[in-house]
């Protein structure tokens, strides 16, 4: 078994001009079988970013506010998974700007603002879910009022889940949601 390293470890994968091996499972020690940005890390990466950009006390916020859309993914296409979504858009913020710049005080919140406006930005959020016949909705899902698997609940026998992400987008939810995440309220 090769040595373990020594001192601090980041969580987030270094980014190189390689990251093909990230891509793909490694079946050998030290990763069996695990990908360093596959699905599963993303929450911990989420995290990690957060951290790094002064946003910490966030984190609560914005995990509840992601919690609403869990399982969603299973409805989209893969580049939509909401969890996946953020984890990209905040690793960009990373990269793109240093955490001492945004660990400011005086730049937190228009740090977190900018973060808010960037999420509310992707797909996701501006998908419509709804149960019905095809000619008439009978419920509509909003995610600030229930979770996603709440009103998986909620179809009834011969009714069909329809899941669209219109190209008008969803200005309501957008509006409610960045109210909440820039609140602190989810």
Not at 73 to 98: A, K
């Amino acid at each position: 078994m090769p040595p373990m390293q020594d001192g601090p470890v980041s969580l987030i994968p270094a980014v190189a001009a390689d990251t093909q091996h990230l891509a793909c499972p490694q079946l050998q020690f030290p990763f069996l079988g695990r990908v360093p940005l596959d699905r599963s890390g993303a929450v911990f990466t989420i995290i990690e970013t957060l951290k790094q950009l002064g946003q910490e006390r966030r984190t609560s916020t914005l995990m509840c506010w992601l919690g609403r859309f869990d399982g969603l993914e299973m409805h989209l296409e893969e580049e939509h998974d909401p969890l996946l979504c953020v984890r990209q858009l905040l690793l960009s913020f990373v990269v793109t700007y240093t955490s001492l710049e945004y660990a400011r005080p005086t730049r937190q919140a228009a740090c977190w603002k900018q973060i808010v406006q960037s999420i509310l930005s992707l797909d996701f959020v501006q998908s419509h879910s709804s149960w019905g016949t095809d000619t008439k909705p009978r419920l509509v899902w909003n995610p600030m009022a229930q979770p996603w698997l709440e009103f998986l609940k909620e179809g009834r026998a011969g009714e069909t889940l329809t899941t669209w992400i219109p190209e008008s987008g969803n200005p309501p939810l957008t509006r409610r949601s960045a109210a909440a995440l820039l609140a602190g309220w989810v």
